[in-house]
């Protein structure tokens, strides 16, 4: 499982697995959101953000990540600009 950011959980947020490498996000008066990671071709990581578990990706970038963790540090930063800000 992913070390959600602090900010997350100050705003009362939770996370439940939703499939491998992927969570559903929830938080009072915020939009559910499933986030999750995939591994590319070359070994690196790249952050998911969906609205829905089986929707198209809110958030594409370019950037991919050498950890897991730095992907998921990316994927709740990209919750966090699409749902909070």
């Not at 992927?22 to 590319?40: D, V």
């Not at 990581?45 to 992907?71: C, H, M």
Request: charged share 25%; hydrophobic share 40%.
């Amino acid at each position: 499982m992913p070390t959600p950011p602090f900010w997350f959980r100050l705003r009362q947020g939770k996370i439940e697995p939703a499939g491998p490498d992927a969570y559903r996000l929830t938080a009072p008066n915020l939009g559910e959101a499933f986030i999750g990671i995939h591994k590319t071709e070359n070994g690196r990581w790249v952050p998911v953000l969906k609205r829905t578990a089986d929707g198209s990706n809110l958030v594409e970038t370019a950037d991919d990540f050498a950890t897991p963790q730095e992907a998921w540090d990316a994927a709740f930063e990209s919750y966090r600009v699409q749902f909070v800000v």
